[in-house]
């Protein structure tokens, strides 16, 4: 996918880029090209790919929520956060990151860029709940664990009512299934789920949970646990 490839894309669902907008699209991809060759950020480095893989998938699964306030968790370069909050500038973003040294580089994407109400949090998402529980109408990951970890570290930073979105890959589906115990405890419904496949034949499952009462105060439990003993079982019937 070219720039300007890109740019129609956006076009199509509804979401007009300015030349301020294209800029820190191409200011974060020298960035993240620059970064790379000193630390270990992505394995998509060229232009086209970034386009695609980073930027248009990122934005994808956002563009019918038009998020106000939003948890990326588990950012690491940035994504999907960080296109999300140039589509939609009046965004609060907050961009959760455990490794420091990541989170010096969304800083400086950050400054670089010029993004107003972006907040870096360098933590982990189980520590972090315990000052933003139930804070965010939107919260997000990508590639950071199997769906039932996801969800445990996820929904109880999510208001009630409020969606989170998992991106996930060819196992998508296969993770749903033995998640379907977390979905029940953690209170969360699944209202739709999107396929698509791009350049590659690589698929991507977004799957959209709406929030439907607030999260037990015993979730998220210490990460050990949470890896130890996930909430799934392949044979769980509600």
Not at 148 to 168: N, Q
């Amino acid at each position: 996918m070219t720039k300007t490839q890109f740019i129609q894309a956006l076009s199509e669902l509804g979401i007009q880029l300015n030349e301020q907008q294209i800029l820190q699209f191409e200011q974060y991809m020298k960035l993240l090209q620059e970064w790379n060759e000193k630390m270990n950020l992505t394995a998509i480095t060229e232009e086209e790919e970034v386009w695609e893989k980073h930027f248009y998938d990122s934005i994808l699964p956002f563009a019918s929520l038009n998020p106000r306030s939003m948890c990326d968790v588990g950012s690491g370069a940035g994504f999907p956060g960080i296109p999300v909050k140039i589509a939609f500038p009046e965004c609060h973003m907050t961009l959760l990151e455990p490794l420091q040294k990541r989170c010096r580089f969304l800083n400086e994407v950050k400054e670089t860029l010029g993004l107003k109400d972006v907040q870096i949090v360098n933590a982990r998402a189980e520590d972090y709940v315990k000052e933003a529980r139930e804070k965010f109408e939107v919260v997000s990951a990508r590639a950071v664990a199997r769906l039932s970890i996801l969800l445990e570290l996820c929904v109880p930073l999510l208001k009630p009512d409020g969606i989170m979105v998992a991106l996930k890959g060819k196992n998508g589906e296969e993770e749903l299934k033995n998640a379907q115990k977390a979905v029940h405890e953690l209170g969360i419904r699944l209202i739709r789920e999107e396929k698509t496949i791009i350049e590659d034949d690589s698929t991507r499952i977004n799957f959209y949970f709406k929030k439907m009462r607030p999260t037990p105060k015993k979730y998220p439990r210490a990460y050990g646990q949470i890896k130890k003993k996930p909430l799934e079982d392949a044979a769980w019937e509600k």
